[in-house]
């Protein structure tokens, strides 16, 4: 039986007689913890992979070669949680996905630490296959903690678990970054399965304070069924195997054999499912103009993701080459300017929320298409602030290092105006039929824009060039215009039979859209 809700002399809510983590259920410190290490392990390695890549100590590839790589990882992350979330619901069920994705991401961690190229890129599609794993389930346990949606703890237990992910994401760069650069690059990616590990033991050592719910598969699928999905899938991989054994016998391959077509693939998917649901006969005619009307929304996504993920690449490796990394004295190594980010969203996250209660009291917060607006125009202003540097100053010369944290200030305000309210925009325009389905396809403009990135820098742009970068930031700036100027259109749009659900509030940002 679930136990009481009572209030102490402080009228903080507690669980009964239930031991606590600070007034939640035991299960969020799990949770917490393990999601905590995951983020560290994940943003540790991410803030290592372009500077290894171009390193001559590491794979010494160019940097458009190393960008696409960073993106075409990133991409398959996101692409991967939508199967991943199917296995958890049809297959294994939230707490066994996730144990098997900490140990997938675990092992090709460890890979990532063992030096060779082949080695190397078999570790990093490890690392994307256990993250998509482990992205669609972990939230989903933290919602099993609690006695529904009407918890009085739900939402706080929801702002703990997030602030586990800020601290592994803040961590990360300044240990991990700084062994890897400074002593060595495999020492580095082993310190993050180091901490996968750690995340891992305290999963299984603390799984048993979960929810019974966390171990049912939502939706068994027959065994007939599931045989099938083996066969169609162990014949795709056979066949994926003859073809670039051919390649590699006849010594044709190149990277490009792999990475053209995964980004491909990260483009059509996303086509193919929204084109699909706007065609589906069931829709009403109102359904089907919303979801027209969304699919614009999906390409400005895709464009600030496009953009913003940018600051692990393009930013990161001009942070390499052409900033002094030193700052009153004190020298730091480029890895550390990851850890920017999750700082400012540690500090700014209550801050934009206070701003936004503020201004509905006084009935003038702005409406979730004016916030999303504002989000992609800012990141568009990120780029255009990334200009001056680049136009003031000669490929020789270095700038400081707070050119980087003035673009990263400008791009966290920015994901905290579009972030939060994207999956709010999608509850609002989707079909009821495809309500739960729709929280997938945001997802899906993440790896639809960093695939035009690895795209765009396989094809020989340098995505620092002034001209480039001006590019970018125009396209951002002038489609947060045009959403804008489309506001009222979309606030006046029929309303869908699907309940809304209203969006999270800023301190959710890493597991709501990211």
Known sequence: MAPSLTKDATGSVTAGSEKTFFGHPRGLATLFMTEMWERFSFYGMRALLPLYLVSSSGLHMNAGTATAIYSVYLAMVYLLAMPGGWIADRWWGPRRTTAIAAGIIMCGHLLLAVPGQGVFFGGLALVAIGSGLLKSTIS?????????PGDPRRDGGFTVF?????????????????????????LGFGLAAVGMALGLAQFLLGSRHLSPESSVVPKPQPREEKL???????????????????????GVYTLNWALVPINIAGLVIPVVVLARIRRDKELDRAERSKMSAYVWFFVAAALFWMIYDQGGSTLSLFGESRTTNSLLGFDFPTSWYQ???PVFIMALAPVTAWIWLALNRRGKEPSTVTKFASGLFLVGVSFFVFLIPLLDTTADERVSPMWLVAIYFVQTVGELCLSPVGLSVTTKMSPAKYSSQ?????????????????????????????GVVAAQAALAALAGAAIFMYRRTVRTTPASPAPLRPAPPPSRRKASAR
């Open 438 to 466: 729709m929280m997938g396809v945001w997802f899906l403009a993440v790896t639809a824009g960093d695939s035009v990135t690895s795209l765009v820098s396989l094809a020989g742009v340098n995505l620092d060039r002034s």
């Open 140 to 148: 989903t346990m933290v919602g099993h903690l609690y006695q529904g």
């Open 228 to 250: 099938a999905t083996i066969r169609k899938g162990l014949l795709w991989a056979l066949v994926a195997a003859v073809v670039y054994g051919v390649l590699v016998a006849t």
């Open 162 to 186: 997030y602030m586990g992910i800020n601290l592994g994401s803040f961590a990360a760069p300044l240990i991990i970054g700084t062994v890897g650069e400074n002593v060595s690059w495999h």
């Open 339 to 341: 850890s920017v980010n």
